[in-house]
């Protein structure tokens, strides 16, 4: 006999979807008001073919928005020359006045530190988020652009919790703000999603509980959590008993594992089927996280072209 | 009858006298390569005198140790060009070429948003840590110039590390990375020193519990803490209670309060006497981070000129 979930499922690809007809209303408005919408995206050509694929998808899915896409292909005449171009074409995008929003496909050629690279975006261009510069605005309350999958992940907190005010719930009732006073545990302390999306939920006044591996008494901690975010890319990590009932749980773990049958597939953090069960709502892998982090890159782009108008 | 304290005390006063000596021997040695260390301040001249007193105090600070000192006063026309002067002045100091360490006194003229006038001074340069680039680069584990106040807070906990390891304290034992594991609750999320904290104790993989006015639990969260940071503003916030027996306690808290006697004092938030006869160690006020936050400041200062240098 199969036990029904009781939880309700974060449905992310749902989720994206509704993003993007609001992006695409945002991109009309911009318009309309003789401003523009571009993303120009740098893609360097270094053999890895992921990137080519990724950036492919992007221009299709920005055409659907109404958003321009111009890609800038670069070649480095050798590993010696690499950051010089690379860094070079993203100072001069930063620097061009008809660029609004400006992302870096990754990986870089060997030897090229991604990080000084992105350094080198102007914040308020820097759509996924990656400029120190706005992590630190982030932590300071200032107006900034989030990285893209810790934003991914707010979204959908935020998603929540708009449902269960409309739905009479008391935890997000009139006048209690978005998060304040919530205990949220976050599983995992990395630099790309963990440590971000403390830094987002602090924002938001919520209690936030950074974990990582050397965390002594997980279980507990995760155990007293109203939300648990598991960001630790460990399969399975996070089991029903390590669970509060009711609680919200967001899984942005990816890990492609092989199963019995040979195949390979994607698997999260959550243990879904047993930790269904016992949280109030959970977001699946795939279908959560992923396809909210590609529309939050959509998001950025969009806003930086509204800030730029004055909107 | 009394009882004795139990906790070691957190000397601020005696650890920042060491520091200022270690200090000095840097700025011996970075004058042998042939560098100079100077710290270029910028100084409003509106009205308010605490900041030129602290200017002073802090010019002949500098020259104890060997530092250069320029105070560069500005007395804005009026309001209107207030911002446009002091922003002008920040951007030439960060461009300036002989100029490796810039900080900015406050409090502004009325209207002047200080954040807006920090993010303009060069990340390299910005000894006060208060460009958020910074604090970014803290999030992504890059070399960066912390804020001074949390950045006092770590180097007394790695002196408390340090003397628990020459004492043999397991806790602290040969190859146990600086607070690895342990879990620090820092009770006060403000952008000052709250949050910058808790980003720099999560960059030393500690477990990092942040805490504010609307967390639930907060005794239960703070006794099974390792670490206490008590940064909230509040007198008497953090009681023996709250603490587990052993801890260490760290007390950020600055108030002026006038006692029964009528005289205005200096207290912090940690109710001292009691707590001291339960953690195992603890900082006063006055006394404690005070000290230690103005020797991190010629820390930076000093930090910026090796940089410079290439040490």
């Given at each position: 006999?199969?036990?029904?979930p009781t939880a309700r499922i ?239 749980v ?26 269904a069960r016992v949280a109030g709502w959970i ?29």
């Open positions: 006999m199969t036990t029904l974060i449905d992310g690809a749902a989720l994206a979807a509704q993003y993007r007809l609001a992006l695409g209303d945002r991109v009309r408005a911009v318009r309309e008001r003789g401003g523009r919408v571009r993303l120009d995206a740098v893609l360097v050509e270094a053999g890895d073919n992921s990137a080519r694929v990724y950036a492919e998808n992007q221009a299709r899915t920005c055409g659907e928005l109404g958003i321009e896409y111009r890609l800038h292909r670069i070649t480095p005449d050798d590993e010696s020359t690499a950051y010089d171009e690379i860094a070079g074409r993203v100072l001069l995008l930063s620097s061009d006045e008809s660029v609004s929003a400006v992302m870096l496909h990754l990986p870089l050629p060997h030897g090229v530190d991604a990080y000084r690279v992105q350094r080198l975006i102007a914040p308020e261009k820097d759509v996924e988020g990656v400029n120190p510069a706005n992590i630190g605005n982030i932590v300071y309350g200032r107006s900034s652009l989030a990285p893209c999958t810790a934003l991914a992940v707010l979204k959908m907190l935020e998603w929540v919790w708009h449902t269960r005010r409309a739905e009479g719930d008391a935890v997000a009732g009139e006048g209690v703000p978005f998060l304040r006073g919530q205990r949220a545990v976050v599983v995992g302390a990395g630099d790309v999603v963990g440590k971000p999306i403390a830094v987002l939920l602090m924002r938001q006044e919520a209690t936030v509980v950074s974990c990582n591996k050397w965390t002594a008494g997980l279980e507990d901690l995760t155990r007293s959590a109203d939300i648990v975010i598991a960001a630790a890319g460990v399969p399975g990590l996070v089991t029903p008993e390590m669970v509060k009932p009711g609680a919200v967001v899984d942005v773990g990816v890990t492609r594992i092989k199963g019995q049958d040979g195949k390979s597939r994607t698997v999260g953090d959550v243990a879904f089927a047993q930790t977001s699946p892998v795939p279908g959560g996280v992923g396809p909210m982090t590609v529309a939050m890159l959509l998001h950025n782009v969009v806003e930086a072209a509204e800030r730029r108008l004055g909107a």
